[in-house]
């Protein structure tokens, strides 16, 4: 069955410091795979999506996740954290039929300034 | 601006009572969507929607329902059946692409609290 692992419940980083958050995934074939932020009590927001081609994909909000097949992974990088940036980041597969989207657990992001 | 209304933000309600969160977009999509969010589980889907008058159960259908009258509208009624109904529910939409290359616009979510 295909699944998502995010293996960081929580993670704090300083303001100006480097970020990389894990994802891991469980899928037969070439895997679309997404990552999306969620601010207190709002819904998601897209921040990036893989499909195919150049395994490093650029979102937005300066964040970037790089595609490694060998190690089912899909982390998401960001060079330098702002405070903004402190909310809850989930990654996604797309497990077929109907567009059907299967979410990590979720990554819970502090930025202490 | 195009986007999804859902509401009420949060709704009260007691045990045994059923009751129905709203779901209403305006972006002209095809497919909607029904999660489930609890803290440390992520999303869970309940139910999806690929055109107008059809639907399919997702991962934790049970004690749920909904309907698909209108394109822009789609429902979701707790029913007395489902056991635990406190949650944070989020209602998202897609264009119909079954590749899958169609991201998800979310709503900013209903949380229920049953008492």
């Known amino acids: 069955a295909q699944s998502v692992t995010q293996p960081d419940i929580h993670i704090t980083v300083s303001e100006g410091a480097s970020l990389e958050l894990r994802c891991n995934y469980s899928y037969g074939a070439t895997p679309y795979l997404f990552w999306y932020v969620q601010s207190p009590g709002q819904g998601l927001q897209l921040l990036l999506k893989?499909?195919?081609?150049?395994?490093l994909v650029q979102g937005i909000k300066g964040f970037e996740a790089e595609f490694k097949r060998s190690q089912s992974s899909f982390n998401l990088r960001k060079p330098s954290v702002h405070w903004s940036d402190a909310a809850e980041y989930f990654c996604?597969?797309?497990?077929?039929?109907?567009?059907?989207?299967?979410f990590g657990t979720g990554t819970q992001l502090k930025v202490e300034l | 601006d195009g986007g999804i209304t859902q509401s009420p933000k949060y709704l009260f309600r007691k045990e045994g009572q059923n009751v129905t969160l709203s779901c209403e977009q305006n972006?002209?999509?095809?497919?909607m969507y029904w999660y489930r969010q609890d803290p440390g589980q992520g999303l869970r889907l309940i139910y999806y929607?690929?055109?107008?008058?059809?639907?399919q159960k997702g991962d934790i259908a049970e004690g749920y329902s909904v309907s698909r009258e209108k394109k822009e509208s789609f429902p979701l009624t707790v029913t007395s059946a489902q056991k635990n109904p406190t949650a944070f529910y989020l209602c998202?939409?897609?264009?119909?692409?079954?590749?899958?290359?169609?991201?998800?616009?979310f709503g900013n979510g209903t949380r229920l609290t049953v008492t």
């Open positions: 893989y499909f195919s081609g150049d395994t």
């Open positions: 996604a597969v797309f497990t077929g039929g109907g567009n059907k989207l299967t």
């Open positions: 929607s690929q055109i107008v008058n059809d639907f």
């Open positions: 998202a939409s897609s264009t119909k692409d079954r590749g899958g290359n169609s991201p998800l616009h």
């Open positions: 972006l002209n999509h095809d497919a």
